[in-house]
């Protein structure tokens, strides 16, 4: 049996994914359930002030970097591993305007690009969940925080006594599923790292919409551009019975989608 790829192989093929323009088609600027209303929900648990310097790790290509410093006045840098998804980012930065107020470059979670304690928030929306090493990314998201930093997370959670077993290998491992974790597990992830959680919520209704989304538009496009959908590398013959698969885990509680508030303590005198 082919063993699925580990490490830098595994993020590679996480950001190619997402780099692909059928990924734009069948999600929209926002890469997460959700979309920009659950980021802004997000955000209001960061008690950021205008000019608060942000960092947004797994930026994809800029939207949560460029709401954060569009709405909330933000200065705001985003990684990616992926070049593409820097270099769309930054245009889209330019093209509103933010250029000054969002940068982009690409990096590894694991490794960020960034000195200790320069953060006064960090935000990492439906990424952790594909990092290969969570503890390692939890332990950079802590060094890059300014103490009583906050950490903002929306994330795939899966019900570790029942993980859906049609929902594993590579593509579901790509889609945010197959190394998802059980809310209080990415707590513990945290809290390893030095990182408290604040408070959490349940949005399990948005990923959902967003299988609905997704469902849609592979049936608009398997209508009007199949060949686009086929050179991608989406199998259009299993894609309606890993939807239902996925729609059924969501119903059963196997599967589901959270936010966490976390925070980086101050030192105790
Ligand atoms: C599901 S998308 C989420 C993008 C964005 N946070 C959003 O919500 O729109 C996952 C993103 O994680 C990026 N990614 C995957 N592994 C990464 C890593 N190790 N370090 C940085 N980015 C990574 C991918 O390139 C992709 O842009």
């Known amino acids: 049996m082919t063993q699925p790829p580990a490490g830098d192989e595994l993020k590679a093929c996480c950001a190619a994914a997402y780099s692909s323009d059928v990924v734009a088609l069948l999600l929209g600027d926002s890469y997460h359930p959700g979309g920009t209303a659950l980021t802004r929900r997000l955000a209001d648990g960061l008690a950021l002030t205008p000019g608060a310097r942000v960092l947004d790790v797994a930026s994809g290509r800029g939207t949560t970097a460029l709401l954060l410093a569009g709405a909330y006045g933000a200065e705001v840098d985003g990684v990616d591993y992926s070049a593409a998804n820097t270099a769309l980012a930054q245009g889209a930065a330019q093209a509103a305007g933010l250029a000054d107020r969002a940068r982009f470059t690409t990096g590894d979670a694991e490794q960020l690009p960034y000195p200790d304690g320069v953060f006064k928030a960090v935000v990492c929306e ?139 303590p101050r030192p105790t005198a």
């Open 126 to 264: 439906c990424a952790l969940c594909t990092f290969p090493d969570k503890t390692q990314a939890a332990a950079e998201f802590a060094r890059v925080l300014k103490p009583g930093g906050r950490l903002g997370i929306t994330d795939v959670t899966i019900d570790a006594a029942r993980p859906p077993s049609e929902l594993t290998g590579l593509g579901a491992r790509i889609a945010c599923i197959a190394d998802a974790r059980p809310l209080d597990e990415y707590s513990e992830i945290l809290a390893a790292a030095g990182l408290r959680t604040l408070h959490t919520e349940h949005h399990d209704q948005a990923l959902l919409r967003m299988i609905d989304q997704i469902e849609a538009r592979l049936n608009l496009l398997r209508m009007t551009a199949p060949t686009r959908l086929t050179d991608a590398g989406v199998d259009l013959d299993s894609a309606p019975a890993v939807l239902a698969a996925a729609r059924t885990a969501v119903a059963d509680g196997a599967l589901g989608y959270a936010l966490l508030i976390g925070e980086k």
